[in-house]
């Protein structure tokens, strides 16, 4: 069984960086074709895809985040990390890990996220 | 990117009742639509992928429908553990997008 657990500090002062690690366990985070994925959700609100790596280190961010953001893997270690610079108060959510498992059609492959982390809180705030 | 807006934002329903959620795309996404359950508090959990294939585990009472902008999930007979926060989301282009959600309540 696959788990994953987010890790980091819960308070960031504004104009810092946010730093996240998602420690994944149950199975290798170089197997499998998965895109391994950071999603938030601010408080009472919907859900945000954040971006995406692969075990290779290629990777695939949101427009509205990119500038900011940094997402990186360490396979010795089975894990994957955020770091979101230049935060401010509308960076306070929740953030999950999540797997991206893909589905194959033919040449097309599309992904769902099939196993979650259980969600860390982090604040900005001074 | 592609906008999901779901229908309704919320309802109210009794156990047993029969739930539909709608789910729009603003542009075609095929069949590339899935669906999640987040109770309070917790993680989403997977419920259907690519429109209409059931994650290992789900209840058969949980199905999918639907392709290009519009998509469906309904639950055929509400359990008291369904009352939760349901999402759509788009896997056909980067960045995935997900609907503001569908909160079930109890009636």
């Known amino acids: 069984q696959v788990q994953l657990q987010e890790s980091g500090p819960g308070l960031v002062k504004p104009s810092q960086t946010l730093s996240l690690t998602c420690t994944v366990s149950?199975?290798?985070?170089?197997?499998?074709?998965?895109?391994w994925s950071w999603i938030r959700q601010h408080p009472g609100k919907g859900l945000e895809w954040i971006g995406y790596?692969?075990?290779?280190?290629?990777?695939s961010y949101n427009p509205s985040l990119k500038s900011r953001l940094t997402i990186s893997v360490d396979t010795s270690k089975n894990q994957f990390s955020l770091k979101l610079s230049s935060v401010t108060a509308a960076d306070t959510a929740v953030y999950y890990c999540?797997?991206?498992?893909?589905?194959?059609?033919?040449?097309?492959?599309?992904?769902?996220?099939?196993?979650w982390g259980q969600g860390t809180l982090v604040t900005v705030s001074s | 990117d592609i906008q999901m807006t779901q229908s309704p934002s919320s309802l109210s329903a009794s156990v047993g009742d029969r739930v539909t959620i709608t789910c729009r795309a603003s542009h075609s996404i095929s069949s590339y639509l899935n669906w999640y359950q987040q109770e309070p508090g917790k993680a989403p959990k997977l419920l259907i992928y690519?429109?209409?294939n059931l994650q290992s585990g789900v209840p058969s009472r949980f199905s999918g429908s639907g392709s290009g902008t519009d998509f469906t999930l309904t639950i055929s007979s509400l359990q008291p553990e369904d009352f939760a926060t349901y999402y759509c989301q788009q896997s056909y282009s980067t960045p995935w997008t997900f609907g503001q959600g569908t909160k079930v309540e109890i009636k």
């Open positions: 690519t429109a209409s």
């Open positions: 149950g199975g290798s985070i170089t197997s499998g074709g998965y895109y």
């Open positions: 790596i692969y075990y290779s280190g290629s990777t």
């Open positions: 999540a797997r991206g498992a893909p589905t194959i059609f033919g040449v097309v492959i599309h992904y769902h996220f099939d196993y």
